[in-house]
């Protein structure tokens, strides 16, 4: 099993998360019914130590399938080793961003890198469908080297579906990101588009 | 009895019949109540403005200055001015009370309720009045921005927050002089026999002489499980608030420089490392403290409910034990999306260790359903249906906790409602909050001297819109997230309309349910009951249940 994007690892986990949550509710209520009934009898024993083994598996198990099942969780972690197709590399200060291009138009299945430095506060950069679902995300910290060259906040990111996505900033920055109205002044809207897919993903 | 002469003069409650150790509870579990219908109205105000245009407020509440003011406080009323100020003195009452032993200080008990109720103030003043909102993160250097913020503001929210610390080392201060007070059953016990079973260590030698075929280490632990965990779950507390502190005197040198015209340098300070510093103490309340406390409120309210001893004890001490490491290592899964985190710490701290919470929060849980399990049938007590509630909100918050803490998942999961929904107001409202309700029942009749309550209809009412509401909120907050909703931000054009919607009506089931609880309190001790509480105790006893030598005030 493999995550083409993001998108589909949401739908996953709505529908897996929804049935836990369901089944946890239910055992819950039905162990609450049973507790004032004196014949009630356990269906089944749940022996000590294979609860135990159930917790661990869960917990370690949950990162062994997300890592072979999300492709952009090795892709991170190794991403000092990949080149990648093409590089953006951009600022923000005082909520604006600087140098950002007017359009990103990238082809189906290249991995870009963007870079992202700020200035000043701690911002997010976040891509998302025109639906609003996010497509990837990561924060920028400011910060300099000892040289006073501003820090790098880099992500790797390779796209299997076309469609259009807007940039925002994905973390709170102070009341001066909006304007007196409430409108985001870091949207920008449109900026990256993937061209190129099949209408499932893929490269044609 | 009219309804007016129950709200004046309650079912049968008589302040004057408290004692200090009593009073000084009472005291501090109204304020913590009062603060929660104001985070309550906080929660309720940011859930209309998001749902849109439409939404019936005045406008000013959609300016963002407003609204992100109001973002950054309700934490702070919500965790420190109620949930604090109930755990502290549910806890300042139960050590004497389980230990058999007066409380060390009642002055200090009444130093620290006020502490936190005039620090709670002056931050949502702040707040209010200057509109200050760096958002409880403080993420450097926006608490220091002062082209965004008015020095002033700062100055009053940091002060704030450290009168609510200082009250805070004042609540762990008592209570570890309490439990380390030779008096009572503790006479002849060395400091050495106590800090061991308070470590839980007593818990690990008696399993690892079990083990190894010996006969057990301490058949009788110095302190029972309970205070066991209140004095683990202190541990973190005091480190926490060591770290908050530290952070609030960084950010008030800053802003005093600024007000006096030679304003530092904020790039002095690297923001990931202050990201790490603040997230290592901050955490040690949601993994820490939080789930320890909660662990020692399940384990108590299961013996005090079935009326017998805990399944599995010494593994139950043990855990706790395990906890303390564990709380201290998992700050990094804050920091999944930082890129300039090392690998290696998103990799252990944030994915591995952070998995191990669902092992000791799992075994909490499988210990009190055990327990109660073992002693049906039941009868569905008010306590009961709370601790019960109380399982099911941790049941849901927790694996959430898990899922969320993964370095594929956190990518699309970080930052958006479905971290603060499905996780953090599940676990506070549902979880934390239905254990402290559950507290409440069980503790009223001793801390008020068998009052009647006014309305078991209104206690029902009570705790079913607050169990739905709770996790109706969290839900529809959660789905708003996975379509992408982010937590720290401002919607004002209904773009999550729908689910923004249900989430408020969720969200004003709460209301109701705290109004219909108030209302019940109220009509219980009456208003004259509720200025008695306030009045000085005639009785300065400071302990309860080990009369007829009572102790007296220090």
């Known amino acids: 099993m493999s995550f083409s994007n993001s998108l589909e690892l949401l739908k996953f986990h709505w529908v897996a998360y929804s049935i836990y949550a369901v089944l946890i509710i239910s055992v819950i209520a039905w162990f609450a019914y049973n507790l004032t009934r004196k014949e009630a009898k356990s269906i089944v024993r749940i022996p000590f130590y294979g609860y135990i083994a159930f917790l661990v598996a869960g917990g370690v198990g949950h990162h062994i399938f997300t890592y072979n099942a999300i492709p952009w969780v090795s892709q991170d972690i190794t991403r000092h080793e990949i080149k990648p197709d093409a590089t953006y590399t951009f600022e923000i200060e005082k909520h604006k961003w600087i140098g950002l291009p007017k359009k990103i138009t990238i082809q189906c299945g290249q991995t870009i890198k963007f870079n992202v430095k700020s200035r000043d506060l701690v911002y997010g950069f976040g891509l998302f469908r025109q639906d609003g679902s996010l497509v990837t995300q990561m924060q920028v910290n400011p910060g300099t080297d000892v040289n006073g060259i501003l820090d790098s906040n880099d992500i790797l990111w390779t796209f299997n579906h076309n469609g259009v996505f807007d940039l925002m900033s994905t973390e709170y920055s102070g009341p001066h990101q909006y304007d007196e109205n409430g409108k985001d002044l870091m949207l920008v809207k449109n900026l990256v588009e993937v061209v190129g897919c099949k209408k499932d993903g893929g490269k044609k | ?554």
């Open chain 2, 1 to 554: 009895m009219s309804l007016v002469k129950n709200l004046m003069e309650g079912t049968n409650f008589d302040p004057d019949s408290l004692n200090a150790l009593q009073k000084v509870t009472l005291r501090a579990v109204v304020m913590s109540f009062l603060f929660y219908g104001l985070v309550a109205v906080e929660g309720m105000i940011m859930r209309m403005v998001v749902t849109g245009p439409s939404n019936p407020l005045p406008p000013m509440f959609s300016h963002p200055e407003h609204y992100f003011s109001i973002m950054t406080v309700h934490p702070i009323v919500g965790i420190f001015g109620s949930t604090y100020q109930l755990v502290f003195a549910a806890f300042m009452f139960l050590v004497p009370f389980l230990t058999k032993k007066p409380l060390y200080s009642v002055k200090l008990a009444n130093f620290v309720w006020l502490m936190i109720t005039i620090g709670t103030a002056l931050a949502w003043i702040a707040a209010f009045a200057w509109q200050y909102a760096p958002l409880y993160t403080l993420y450097w250097p926006l608490p220091a921005d002062t082209e965004q913020f008015k020095v002033v503001g700062g100055i009053v929210f940091i002060v704030g927050v450290a009168l609510i610390m200082i009250g805070t080392l004042g609540f762990i201060y008592n209570i570890y002089a309490t439990i380390f007070q030779r008096v009572g059953v503790h006479k002849n016990k060395t400091t050495k026999e106590l800090l061991i079973s308070g470590f839980g260590i007593d818990g690990m030698l008696n399993l690892w002489h079990k083990l190894t075929g010996k006969p057990p280490y301490s058949k009788e632990p110095a302190l029972s499980l309970p205070v066991v965990a209140i004095f683990r779950g202190t541990v973190d507390t005091f480190l926490d608030a060591l770290v908050i502190l530290g952070a609030g005197v960084l950010v008030l040198v800053y802003l005093i420089f600024d007000l006096g015209g030679s304003p530092l340098d904020v790039g002095a300070i690297d923001a990931l490392l202050y990201k790490n510093y603040f997230w290592w103490g901050l955490d040690l309340v949601a993994d820490g403290l939080v789930l320890i406390y909660v662990a020692g409120s399940w384990y108590l309210l299961a013996t005090i409910i079935t009326g017998q001893k805990l399944f599995m004890e010494n593994v139950a001490r043990a855990a706790l034990m395990l906890e303390l490491l564990v709380s201290w290592m998992v700050w990094s899964h804050h920091l999944l999306a930082d890129q300039g985190q090392p690998e290696m710490m998103k990799l252990i701290s944030g994915e591995m260790v952070t998995a191990f919470e669902l092992l000791t929060q799992g075994l909490a849980l499988f210990i009190t359903l055990v327990t109660l399990w073992k002693a049906r049938p039941l009868k569905m007590t008010m306590e009961l249906k709370y601790l019960l509630g109380g399982l099911v909100g941790f049941g849901l918050a927790v694996p959430a906790a898990i899922i969320q803490a993964d370095m594929g998942m956190n990518r699309v999961l970080h930052n958006t409602q479905w971290i603060i929904g499905a996780h953090v107001h599940i676990a506070l409202i549902v979880g934390l909050y239905m254990t402290l309700y559950s507290a409440v029942y069980v503790l009223w009749p001793i801390v008020t001297n068998n009052t009647k309550l006014f309305s078991s209809k209104l206690s029902n009412a009570h705790y079913w819109l607050h169990l739905i509401g709770g996790i109706g909120m969290g839900a529809f907050m959660g789905m708003a997230g996975l379509d992408g909703m982010l937590r720290r931000h401002l919607y004002v054009n209904g773009e999550f309309h729908t689910d923004m919607v249900l989430a408020a009506i969720c969200g004003s089931m709460i209301l109701l349910a705290w109004l219909l609880f108030l209302l019940n309190i109220v009509m219980s001790v009456g208003i004259k009951g509720l200025i008695g509480i306030f009045l000085p105790a005639k009785d300065k006893t400071a302990s309860y249940g080990i009369e007829p030598k009572p102790a007296v005030v220090s």
